[in-house]
Nanobody, 120 residues
Framework: EVQIVESGGGLVQPGDSLRLSCTAS????????MFWVRQVPGKGPEWVSE????????FYADAVKGRFTVSIDNAKNRVYLQMNSLKPEDTAVYYC?????????????WGQGTQVTVFS
């Protein structure tokens, strides 16, 4: 069974740090581009970060560049999002998304999300 489970969210103050984890089962994340996407109720999803298949390249939205770091642990089949210097505007549900285009077919999976709340 394919599954993605995010964890690590919580309630923190501005300037604090959190590390989100995205643990996959039923597929190998090394073969997928892995994304972190966040969403605030009433707003559309916002792309946050990407780590390419195999972990060769990382990309960040301007809003988080320099504060967030995405990494991959292939042995654990897990992706992390280290979030430092958190701001109230980082408050959202954070989703992990796996995407693969293989042999003309797209395979993609989503987790259930983890809530991050940054309050003053």
């Amino acid at each position: 069974e394919v599954q993605i489970v995010e964890s690590g969210g919580g309630l923190v103050q501005p300037g604090d740090s959190l590390r989100l984890s995205c643990t996959a089962s039923g597929f190998t994340i090394e073969n997928y581009d892995m994304f972190w996407v966040r969403q605030v109720p009433g707003k559309g999803p916002e792309w946050v970060s990407e780590i390419s298949s195999g972990g060769g390249a990382t990309f960040y939205a301007d809003a988080v560049k320099g504060r967030f770091t995405v990494s991959i642990d292939n042995a654990k089949n897990r992706v992390y999002l280290q979030m430092n210097s958190l701001k109230p505007e980082d408050t959202a549900v954070y989703y992990c998304h796996a995407d693969q285009l293989y042999d003309g077919r797209r395979n993609e999976f989503w987790g259930q999300g983890t809530q991050v709340t940054v309050f003053s």
